[in-house]
T-cell receptor, first 114, second 119 residues
Framework: KNQVEQSPQSLIILEGKNCTLQ??????????LRWYKQDTGRGPVSLTI?????NTKSNGRYTATLDADTKQSSLHITASQLSDSASYIC?????????????FGRGTQLTVWP | EADIYQTPRYLVIGTGKKITLECSQT?????MYWYQQDPGMELHLIHY???????EKGDLSSESTVSRIRTEHFPLTLESARPSHTSQYLC??????????????????FGSGTRLTVV
């Protein structure tokens, strides 16, 4: 069964600190892995997308890593800001779909305190 | 700079009313999707479309219906709203399968969502 598991479920950090969010998946055959940021009551916004051959990708203070062998990914946030408070969703796509089918994790709810 | 638009953002409506949630995209994407999301839960696919005149049901059973008469427009309709329909509805589109585009690297964009409350 294709699944995406994220940890931790929620996380509170102080402004300026770094943090790392985890994602494990069983989706096969693998096509790509995306990290989205979703503010409360809004739609998800893409942060990074990585294909099978990519190990790391950065977008400003966000750095995603991918280990396709162990089927794990992480999202590292550097020097957190109050505006980073949001849900971070790991999304994996399979190669067998003609639809561009996505499998979603439940997200990690990040709260940044001043 | 969202290129996919959903209206209304919030809707509170009484039981039994008919509602239509609007979704439009300006990117020329063939593939469009509707997701349902409850607080703290993952997104569930309820409808999708490969292109004009194509509509399919997703993984999560839904009493809603969709139509795709134009490429850019993918509205969702509930004929008779019930409190169990209270949820956030997200529309998305993707360029997956576009000619010349790598299959593994394609844009997938979400709208801002409609928060529906049925009382």
């Amino acid at each position: 069964k294709n699944q995406v598991e994220q940890s931790p479920q929620s996380l509170i950090i102080l402004e300026g600190k770094n943090c790392t969010l985890q994602c494990n998946y069983t989706v096969s055959p693998f096509s790509n892995l995306r990290w989205y940021k979703q503010d409360t009551g809004r739609g998800p916004v893409s942060l990074t997308i990585m294909t099978f051959s990519e190990n790391t990708k950065s977008n400003g203070r966000y750095t995603a890593t991918l280990d396709a062998d162990t089927k794990q990914s992480s999202l590292h946030i550097t020097a957190s800001q109050l505006s980073d408070s949001a849900s971070y969703i790991c999304v994996v796509s399979d190669r067998g779909s003609t639809l561009g089918r996505l499998y979603f994790g439940r997200g990690t709810q990040l709260t940044v305190w001043p | 700079e969202a290129d996919i638009y959903q209206t209304p953002r919030y809707l509170v409506i009484g039981t039994g009313k008919k509602i239509t949630l609007e979704c439009s995209q300006t990117m020329g994407h063939d593939k469009m999707y509707w997701y349902q999301q409850d607080p703290g839960m993952e997104l569930h696919l309820i409808h999708y479309s490969y292109g004009v005149n194509s509509t399919e049901k997703g993984d999560l059973s839904s009493e809603s219906t969709v139509s795709r008469i134009r490429t850019e427009h993918f509205p969702l309709t509930l004929e008779s709203a019930r409190p169990s329909h209270t949820s956030q509805y997200l529309c998305a589109s993707s360029e997956f399968g576009r000619k010349g585009l790598p299959l593994a690297n394609y844009g997938y964009t979400f709208g801002s969502g409609t928060r529906l409350t049925v009382v």
